[in-house]
């Protein structure tokens, strides 16, 4: 990997080396100086006098202090190996989110809140005070502080500290998930080895003896479902894989009911309508109004779509000499897009990632970084590691073996903070691409500004049968997909962790990532990220010229598919009645909607029923915190095309635009309304036309 060299980081590498025992005694000093300083704020302070400096700013200046270490602690249950350390992570969270009920439902607190906010217009704050304490308002008020004392908020307090507990459950069973199906290596046929090496799997006993457990990791899935030669092997692999959380379905639906009773004693109709209350979208009717739309535009292709993936199903099983039906099922989409690729586009994605190496690539990433926002990246190896663990040892500074660490500084040597890669699948690890904002940045505080520190936590494919990591351009996307919300932590600089990086609105926060990944779809970019895991040559022209040709192939499917997650999430959190979302049977709404707007068949049409998977389990954002915020993937893509086309369409690699582009939107964080943010940088409202000319809609 391609290094700088820097001079020493301003700021100690954070600890990643506690023990259960030491993360329950940390746990236990943090509630009690967060609590501290709440008594501390209402002793000190009355209703009438309450300021935003003698209130609000005390709390927040702990925060600043006490969030990266909660981070790291909350974290380690998404990536640690110890299962000791995962459970002592799981019972801190816990600890801390009803902690958190707690406070944010202290009426002392709240009363002064109130009076800070009435005079919000006269107190002269800073845009980020400002933007902080109408937040803050917005969410005591959504927090139950508006109904009177009594039965009700004591109810809305007690469903608050089970949804905590409920959600935490949820989300530990999803990582701890190590499930898989047997197929014996026949069965397995067209599945490349280095997707799927035999050495590696688990071999079955008794009614699975001569068969392999092949597990549900993106980085097998994927391979599977695109190269398996048999369709019962893709069909039961699939069936299985939708399936495979289903301990979480009592959870799933006592959250929902939960959610769905708290939003009707605050005074809103459903859970959507509160959640979007605090977003930029404002109103559920509104988004429902945005994907009635996208339903329209995408629904209009998805046929054509489907008949162009039939006929190369078509044509493969008159080659093989198999009984064609004229059918096609949500399995055969993986496998025929490939060959539908292959066949009219030239496109071999196997052969496209040889030249996409895991670390070459990265690589080539940070130099774009370097290049238009002007940072710089260095590595640090075990020594350089132990120099800046406060404990003098390399290997107390990373949870695991396999993580690699940067430090990034600015154009002008100025350290700004660490970026953590954990890129390999393992088990009991968090199973998809994520960025994990561990520690935000903060300016006010006693030693300095505190700086961020951010961790990329992936599931790509490891290295196999004598060749490196290698990715498929998707993964190529999400990469750099990820890589911008890291990067959205590193530069930002807000006084508070409160408005750090990415804690902006949800239907706003994919935008910056969303728009990076424009730039691997641009030819010249491609080619300076490419080199042959093996020869070091760049890619092609030509294959970068086909590959290109394919960025639109099946979109209507790819849309269709969101609207599938959006809808569902909107149906589930905005049911008319509480009764109605009682009667709601989950199963069925999830397959028939997927059958229906997917445009796609499944097992439903194959005789088993509209019950036959709870498939709904496995989008973890339901449960992580986009509830009622699915619709944020293609929302924010309005703003994505829109500042892309605008500011990056004619030279992605400008360094004066990459670095206004910082500055104004990156840097700020959520210290302003993002609305206020895009009309700054845009020069003007934004508006949808971009995004419906990069989706060819």
């Known amino acids: 990997m391609a290094t700088v060299t820097l001079e020493k980081p301003q700021q100690a590498l954070p600890l990643f080396n506690h023990t259960p025992e030491s993360i329950t005694s940390e746990t236990e000093d943090m509630l009690t100086r967060w609590r501290g300083i709440i008594d501390k704020v209402v002793a000190e302070t009355t209703v009438e006098n309450a300021t935003f400096e003698n209130t609000l700013q005390p709390i927040l200046e702990l925060d600043n202090i006490l969030d990266p270490l909660s981070g790291i602690i909350a974290f380690y249950h998404n990536v640690h190996a110890d299962a000791a350390i995962r459970e002592a992570s799981v019972k801190a969270e816990e600890k801390m989110s009803e902690l958190g009920i707690e406070l944010r439902m202290r009426e002392d607190i709240f009363q002064r809140v109130n009076t800070i906010y009435q005079n919000r217009e006269s107190a002269g704050l800073d845009p980020e005070a400002r933007h902080i304490v109408e937040k803050e308002y917005k969410r005591y008020a959504n927090a139950g502080l508006l109904l009177p004392a009594g039965p009700a908020r004591d109810r809305f307090k007690e469903i608050q500290l089970e949804l905590s507990t409920l959600t935490i459950e949820a989300r530990n069973n999803a990582n701890a998930e190590t499930g898989g199906i047997f197929f014996t290596a026949e069965e397995l046929d067209g599945v490349p080895k280095e997707a799927i090496d035999f050495d590696e799997l688990e071999k079955g006993t008794g009614e699975n003896e001569g068969k392999f457990k092949v597990g549900f990791k ?80 995408a629904g209009a292709g998805v046929k054509k779509d489907v008949a162009g993936l039939l006929k190369h199903k078509k044509a493969d099983y008159e080659a093989r000499g198999l009984d064609f039906d004229g059918e096609f099922w949500i399995w055969d989409y993986g496998y025929y897009e490939r060959i539908l690729k292959e066949k009219e586009y030239n496109v071999d994605d196997k052969a496209i990632s040889e030249y996409f190496a895991l670390w070459p690539t990265f690589d080539g990433m940070i130099r774009i970084f370097e290049k238009i926002f002007g940072m710089q990246f260095e590595e640090l190896k075990e020594d350089a590691r132990a120099k800046l663990s406060p404990t003098g040892k390399g290997n107390d500074v990373i949870w695991h073996e396999d993580v690699s660490v940067y430090a990034v500084r600015d154009e002008d040597g100025s350290f700004m903070g660490y970026l953590y890669l954990d890129m390999h699948p393992r088990d009991n690890k968090y199973s998809h691409y994520a960025n994990f904002g561990i520690g935000p940045g903060s300016n006010i505080n006693s030693d300095g500004r505190h700086h961020p520190f951010t961790a990329l936590v992936c599931n790509f494919p490891k290295p196999s049968q004598g060749k490196p990591a290698l990715l498929q351009h998707t993964d190529v996307v999400t990469l750099f997909h990820e890589l911008g919300h890291g990067m959205h932590n590193l530069v930002s600089k807000t006084n508070y962790t409160a408005a750090h990086g990415t804690h902006v609105s949800r239907d706003f926060v994919e935008a910056p990532s969303q728009m990076l990944e424009h730039w691997c779809w641009v030819p010249h970019v491609l080619r300076s990220l490419s080199s042959h895991w093996d020869t070091k040559q760049p890619i092609s022209d030509d294959l970068i010229e086909k590959l290109i040709k394919t960025k639109n192939i099946n979109t209507s499917i790819f849309n269709s598919r969101q609207l599938v997650y959006s ?119 934004p508006n949808p036309e971009a995004f419906f000319k990069d989706l060819g809609l």
């Open 218 to 297: 993106p980085n097998i899935a994927i391979p599977l479902m695109e190269h398996a030669t048999r369709a019962e092997t893709r069909r039961d692999y699939y069936m299985a894989k939708e399936n495979k959380l289903n301990v979480n379905t009592p959870l799933f639906k006592k959250i929902l009911l939960l959610r769905d009773e708290a939003a009707r004693l605050v005074g809103y109709k459903d859970h959507a309508s509160l959640r979007i209350s605090e977003k930029m979208a404002e109103t559920s009717d509104n988004v429902n109004k945005f994907l009635s739309d996208m339903l329209v535009r």
């Open 567 to 685: 809808t569902f999430d909107m149906v589930i959190h905005g049911a008319e009645s509480h009764e109605a979302l009682e009667a709601l049977d989950l199963s069925t709404e999830w397959n028939k909607r997927r059958a229906e707007i997917g445009g796609i068949k499944g097992p439903e049409s194959a005789g088993h029923g509209l019950n036959w998977s709870e498939g709904y389990n496995n989008v973890g954002h339901y449960i992580g915190g986009y509830d009622a915020g699915y619709y944020g993937y293609m929302y924010s893509e309005v703003f994505s095309a829109d500042m892309y086309y605008t500011a990056f369409k004619a030279d992605p690699l400008n360094g004066e635009q990459g670095r206004r582009y910082r500055y104004t939107v990156l840097e700020r964080g959520g210290s302003r309304p993002e609305m206020e943010l895009l009309k700054e940088f845009l020069g003007r409202e």
